[in-house]
C-alpha cells in the first residue's frame, strides 16, 4: 500500500507560479511512475504530467507544455509539479497518482493508476 499527499497548492494570480508536491509513504515509490492530475468544477479530471520510475522519461499534456515542469526525488520519496505562467484555466484541484513498474512514459502516460493522493487546490484568480 501506497499513499500519497500532496501540499503546495493556493493563491496566485495569473502569471504567478506554484510548485506542488506529492509526498509518498514508503522508499518503494521508487518502482512507480507518477502522474499529475487535475480536476477543475463541472469538468472531466486530466492528466498534465507525469514523469517514470527513474525519472528518466516525462511527459506533458499540451495545454501545459512549456509551462509546467515535473520532476521527483527518489531519495526523498517525493515528486514535484512546477507550475510556471498561471492562467485561470488552470485553477483546479491537482492529485498526483502512482503506476507501479513503469520504466518509460515518453511515448505516453500510464493508461491505469494504482494509488492516488487527495488533491491539492490551486486557484488562478487577480
Known amino acids: 500500500q501506497l499513499q500519497l499527499v500532496e501540499s503546495g497548492g493556493g493563491l496566485v494570480q495569473p502569471g504567478g507560479s506554484l510548485r506542488l508536491s506529492c509526498a509518498a509513504s514508503?522508499?518503494?515509490?521508487?518502482?512507480?511512475?507518477i502522474g499529475w492530475f487535475r480536476q477543475a468544477p463541472g469538468k472531466e479530471r486530466e492528466e498534465v504530467a507525469c514523469?517514470?520510475?527513474?525519472?528518466?522519461?516525462?511527459n506533458y499534456a499540451d495545454a501545459v507544455k512549456g509551462r509546467f515542469t515535473i520532476s521527483r526525488d527518489n531519495a526523498v520519496n517525493t515528486a514535484y509539479l512546477q507550475m510556471n505562467s498561471l492562467k485561470p484555466e488552470d485553477a483546479a484541484v491537482y492529485y498526483c497518482?502512482?503506476?507501479?513498474?513503469?520504466?518509460?512514459?515518453?511515448?505516453?502516460?500510464?493508461?491505469?493508476?494504482?494509488?492516488w493522493g487527495q488533491g491539492t487546490q490551486v486557484t488562478v484568480s487577480s
Open positions: 497518482a502512482a503506476a507501479s513498474w513503469i520504466t518509460s512514459v515518453q511515448a505516453a502516460c500510464p493508461k491505469t493508476y494504482d494509488y
Open positions: 514523469i517514470s520510475m527513474s525519472g528518466g522519461s516525462v
Open positions: 514508503a522508499a518503494t515509490s521508487a518502482y512507480y511512475a
